[in-house]
């Protein structure tokens, strides 16, 4: 008799928190340029073990959520709406 191989869940990313390892539900990433330096500035819907929902603001130079201030361009708020449009839990959990 054959048996079909059973496949795996695609694996939720993790996000290190005060909290403990939060799941993420949604990011909205804004690509930045400042001469020769490039980032982007993103903006993480967490939830926490407990159920919990959590809003991060940071950025990233190699796919990796930094640490310390995050500062943007008031012309880039824009971008960050539309980023926002493609994270709708994400965009109704910040009220907009």
Known sequence: MATAA???APKTQT???????????????????????????????????????LIRFAYTTDGSARRGPVTMRARDLERLRAALER????KETLGL
């Open 15 to 53: 996000a290190a928190t005060p909290w403990g390892a939060s799941a993420l539900l949604e990011e909205a990433t804004v690509q930045q340029r400042v001469g020769d330096k490039r980032f982007s500035v993103v903006v993480q819907l967490l939830e926490a073990p407990g159920g919990e929902r």
């Open 87 to 90: 994270a709708p839990v994400l």
């Open 6 to 8: 059973a496949k795996s």
